[in-house]
């Protein structure tokens, strides 16, 4: 299977340099303004885009995606719509890997089998699914390969050698190395920890690494990048939708360029 996560990657390595990964919510703030900022993301730096399905637990994220996901349910969104998105998305872009992040739940009451064939249809090209353990591979991970979509692990600082086997054994496109203990938008990412961890999981595996949570600054994104194959930013791109609101959280003239444009700052460290 080789999907549009495994060419990017590929063409990475041949580039000579990490990749960037962006992060946002679906729907978030509202359908056509999520829209509008997705399909600007690979302009403004985006090697790989990280799409929330936004969810009313969302237990693994900090305030500023917490308040993103408040504000997609609040406007509308839904799973279905999330779908749309991808859709519209690549009706202008066929080469940018774009990956659905997000929680079972929504994904279980739709159906997995009707999720992954409308998720594929779509231009999905990979999950991220953080509250599925390996344990439960047969649930969503192993359907997704098959469908032919990458399914991406997390391993965290507190994934010890005994568990990484099953963590990395069903996974594919890249692994996502969580780089602090904790939820999103906490703490920052150091690079020598990194660095170290990273090393620890190559021994492991043959798969690009990207590191997320903690990395806020295009300095940070270099730092990370430097050590690891992506560096992943998503907090502080959603902060950036969030200080863009007016008094009744709607768009604010300038919101989709000023989003751009920080992430555009962010990418700057990667290249």
């Given amino acids: 299977m080789t999907t549009r996560i495994n060419t990017k990657f590929a063409a990475l390595k041949a580039e000579g340099r990490p990749g960037f990964v962006s992060y946002i919510m679906s ?6 303004t999520s829209l509008e900022i997705l399909r600007g993301l690979p302009d403004a730096g985006a090697d790989v885009i990280e ?20 504000r997609a ?12 998105l991808v859709q519209e998305f690549r009706k202008q ?26 998720a594929k ?20 991970c192993i359907p997704a390969n098959k469908a032919g979509m990458n399914f991406i692990r997390l391993a965290t600082p507190t994934t010890d050698e005994a568990r990484l086997p099953a963590v990395l054994q069903n996974t594919s496109g890249f692994v996502y190395y969580v780089s602090i203990t904790g939820i999103t938008g906490a703490g920052s990412a150091q690079q020598d ?7 620890r ?5 043959d798969l690009p690494i990207a590191v997320g949570f903690g990395i806020t600054t295009p300095e940070q994104v270099a730092e990370i990048g430097s050590v690891a194959d992506a560096a992943v930013v998503g907090s502080a791109i959603v902060r950036q939708i ?4 007016d008094e009744h959280g709607r768009a604010k003239p300038g919101l989709v360029d000023a989003v751009l444009d920080f992430t555009r700052t962010l990418s700057q460290g990667v290249r």
Avoid at 27 to 32: E, F, H, I
Avoid at 73 to 84: D, F, N, R, S
Avoid at 201 to 205: C, E, G, I, V, Y
């Fill in 51 to 70: 799409l929330s399905m936004c969810f009313t637990d969302p237990m693994a994220d900090g305030v500023a995606i917490q308040l993103a996901a408040q």
């Fill in 121 to 140: 249809a779509a231009g999905v090209d990979g999950l991220i699914v953080v509250d599925l353990p390996p344990e439960e591979d047969d649930e969503l």
């Fill in 242 to 245: 969030e200080a863009n609101l």
């Fill in 73 to 84: 349910l609040a406007g509308g969104q839904t799973l279905p719509k999330t779908l749309e």
């Fill in 27 to 32: 729907g978030d703030p509202d359908y056509d």
């Fill in 93 to 118: 872009d066929s080469e940018t890997p774009l990956i659905l992040m997000g929680y079972y739940n929504p994904i279980y009451i739709y159906g997995v089998d009707a999720f992954l064939a409308a």
């Fill in 193 to 199: 920890a990194v660095a170290a961890a990273v090393g």
């Fill in 201 to 205: 999981l190559k021994a492991f595996t």
